[in-house]
């Protein structure tokens, strides 16, 4: 027992040396990705000081503002004309709520229940926990069936608020595009161009770098988690091995007692026969006491 003990506790701390190796190197890749993405946010500040300074500088504008004006003031008016009608379906939103008592965003409710499935599925449970998540899930199912109205108005919603987002966009990308008409045939829109095109290349950078790291983050705390787990199995195995010992002890003791007062006995014999008593024999005394 003793043996396996100490076979599985040498295998948990070169697994727990493993991991915290691994974990360092994620580390130490983790913060450079950081430390880029923070170095690129700064260069590309910087580079937007500049762009501003150059617009600044520049008043004249080009013959096609005109029509990217009208654009652009044509996708504003179809914002305002959405917005009244979203502000509308908000109104039957409410209303329908209030109708069927709901407490949850259907799609919520659509989200926990695939999270749940994606629990039972992918993790190790027990079967009581199941058979609860699974009671739990047809609850949900049932409860986002019988709100078929509000899924229809927030898939409405959802539509329109899209619609918007779209229109918003294209008035933002005429409006950027006005703005950037205006600079073609000014001095020093060459510089401009530049920059712009230097920020967007840069800006791509740091999302890179910053999608890098938070992959290396989650990483890092996946290993983390398997540190800590073989820490405390190797935590339990030192217990156990304590016990072992301890238990060991205990019966060399109970051996050593029992022999001693054998001995002890044997040594009152000879007392009661006026026997000789021997070295051996004082020391048995001196060991009982």
Same mark, same amino acid.
Request: net charge positive; no cysteine.
């Given at each position: 027992?003793?043996?396996?003990?100490?076979?599985?506790?040498?295998?948990?701390?070169?697994?727990?040396?493993?991991?915290?190796?691994?974990?360092?190197?994620?580390?130490? %890749?983790?913060?450079?990705?950081?430390?880029?993405?923070?170095?690129?946010?700064?260069?590309?500040?910087?580079?937007?000081?500049?762009?501003?300074?150059?617009?600044?500088?520049?008043?004249?504008?080009?013959?096609?503002?005109?029509?990217?004006?009208?654009?652009?003031?044509?996708?504003?008016?179809?914002?305002?004309?959405?917005?009244?009608?979203?502000? %509308?379906?908000?109104?039957?939103?409410?209303?329908?709520?209030?109708?069927?008592?709901?407490?949850?965003?259907?799609d919520q409710i659509k989200s926990k229940i695939d999270a749940l499935e994606l629990k039972i599925e992918t993790e190790a449970i027990s079967f009581d926990n199941e058979k609860k998540i699974m009671k739990q899930i047809k609850q949900l199912k049932k409860q986002y069936g019988e709100l078929?109205?509000?899924?229809?108005?927030?898939?409405?919603?959802?539509?329109?608020?899209?619609?918007?987002?779209?229109?918003?966009?294209?008035?933002?990308?005429?409006?950027?595009?006005?703005?950037?008409?205006?600079?073609?045939?000014?001095?020093?829109?060459?510089?401009?161009?530049?920059?712009?095109?230097?920020?967007?290349?840069?800006?791509?950078?740091?999302?890179?770098?910053?999608?890098?790291?938070?992959?290396?983050?989650?990483?890092?705390?996946?290993?983390?988690?398997?540190?800590?787990?073989?820490?405390?199995?190797?935590?339990?195995?030192? %217990?156990?091995?304590?016990?072992?010992?301890?238990?060991?002890?205990?019966?060399?003791?109970?051996?050593?007692?029992?022999?001693?007062?054998?001995?002890?006995?044997?040594?009152?014999?000879?007392?009661?026969?006026?026997?000789?008593?021997?070295?051996?024999?004082?020391?048995?005394?001196?060991?009982?006491?």
């Amino acid at each position: 027992m003793q043996k396996e003990l100490f076979g599985r506790s040498n295998e948990l701390n070169k697994e727990i040396y493993s991991l915290r190796s691994e974990l360092n190197r994620i580390n130490e %890749e983790k913060e450079s990705w950081f430390k880029k993405k923070e170095e690129l946010k700064k260069e590309v500040s910087s580079l937007i000081k500049e762009i501003k300074e150059i617009k600044k500088t520049k008043d004249k504008s080009n013959i096609s503002v005109i029509d990217f004006k009208k654009q652009r003031d044509s996708y504003n008016n179809q914002v305002k004309e959405l917005i009244k009608k979203i502000k %509308e379906i908000n109104k039957q939103k409410l209303e329908a709520i209030k109708k069927h008592k709901v407490t949850f965003d259907p799609d919520q409710i659509k989200s926990k229940i695939d999270a749940l499935e994606l629990k039972i599925e992918t993790e190790a449970i027990s079967f009581d926990n199941e058979k609860k998540i699974m009671k739990q899930i047809k609850q949900l199912k049932k409860q986002y069936g019988e709100l078929a109205e509000v899924k229809k108005i927030y898939d409405e919603s959802a539509k329109v608020s899209k619609e918007i987002e779209e229109a918003k966009k294209k008035a933002e990308e005429f409006h950027k595009q006005l703005q950037g008409q205006n600079l073609v045939n000014k001095e020093g829109y060459g510089d401009f161009m530049e920059l712009s095109k230097k920020i967007v290349s840069l800006k791509k950078e740091q999302e890179e770098a910053f999608k890098k790291f938070l992959e290396l983050k989650q990483k890092f705390n996946v290993v983390n988690d398997k540190l800590q787990e073989k820490l405390k199995n190797v935590k339990k195995v030192k %217990e156990d091995i304590n016990k072992v010992n301890l238990a060991k002890k205990e019966q060399r003791e109970k051996e050593i007692k029992e022999i001693l007062e054998e001995k002890e006995k044997k040594i009152e014999e000879k007392i009661k026969k006026r026997q000789k008593i021997t070295t051996e024999d004082l020391l048995v005394f001196q060991q009982r006491k």
